[in-house]
């Protein structure tokens, strides 16, 4: 078993387990270098496994090259992805003065909240590059995953499958730090020191933090772990950037600047940050 594994976010259900890793294992080492961490000699190839379910959002009879029809721009639906998208709206105007918020006079002429809201955060610097359809998909990927107890228990699955005696650090990026916490809180006497979570959504009242099993609010671990939040300020996945009141003053909290790619992932595991959290649960200095 693998000494870290990583757990990726939404949007990758064409990807798999081998090719995250690969994109995910120079940017960790980047990570741990910048740091100051020395790996002891003949282990400078970090042992890295990424827990993959993105393939749990493909539907029956898919291929990966076919991969998933994106749904219609108009296909946001009622309830949890409706109030999730008006919350990445609210935050993406708070950190990018180029968009319009949500009620302003400009967006009278537009006819629905839907479709102005996914106009506005396509235009954003935040999402700049995703189309409409693309939004929606991830949207309907963080809805399926708390609505669809199959696609939550086969995530939650992977990653504790992927967790095994010998796995020291977990370290989850946006929807997959949901994953891995439910999955660790799942797993009592797991051997893990350190979870390191990266533009996560843990902390969003009602939306996330209110649906977490098996409690909200839960320590994922004994005594001994130590987990490290790691958000960027202009990161509008991760809207609540301090975690430590809905989980605990034990929990550390830092912040990193991404640049344009507040929210990517790759940025996330190549920061100092992240290397220091990642070389304290292997204790390399």
Request: proline share 5%; glycine share 12%; with cysteine.
């Amino acid at each position: 078993m693998a000494r870290v594994v990583g757990v990726h976010g939404i949007g990758q259900q064409l990807a798999s387990a081998e090719s995250l890793r690969k994109a995910w294992l120079p940017a960790l080492r980047e990570g741990l270098a910048s740091s100051g961490a020395r790996l002891p000699q003949g282990e400078e190839d970090v042992d890295v496994q990424v827990a993959f379910y993105g393939d749990v959002f493909r539907r029956a009879g898919q291929t990966l090259a076919a991969g998933d029809p994106m749904p219609a721009v108009g296909d946001v639906r009622p309830g949890l992805e409706e109030e999730l998208l008006r919350a990445w709206w609210e935050e993406a105007a708070r950190v990018d003065q180029g968009v319009v918020p949500p009620g302003a006079d400009t967006l009278a002429r537009v006819p629905g909240t839907v479709q102005a809201g996914l106009r506005a955060l396509s235009r954003s610097r935040f999402f700049s590059g995703l189309t409409m359809r693309s939004l929606v998909s991830d949207l309907r990927q963080v809805s399926r995953y708390f609505t669809d107890r199959s696609v939550r228990a086969e995530a939650v699955k992977r990653v504790r499958t992927a967790v095994g005696p010998d796995t020291r650090v977990v370290v989850a990026h946006s929807l997959g730090s949901v994953v891995a916490y439910e999955a660790l809180c799942a797993s009592s006497g797991h051997g893990v020191r350190t979870l390191v979570t990266l533009g996560s959504p843990l902390g969003i009242r009602n939306l996330i933090f209110d649906r977490l099993l098996p409690e909200p609010g839960a320590w994922p671990g004994g005594t001994g772990l130590n987990w490290t939040n790691i958000a960027d300020a202009g990161d509008v996945v991760a809207l609540v950037k301090d975690l430590r009141p809905a989980f605990g003053e034990q929990l550390v909290c830092r912040d990193v600047h991404n640049g344009s790619h507040a929210h990517d992932a790759l940025r996330y595991l190549a920061s100092e940050k992240t290397g220091g959290a990642v070389a304290r649960g292997l204790d390399v200095r």
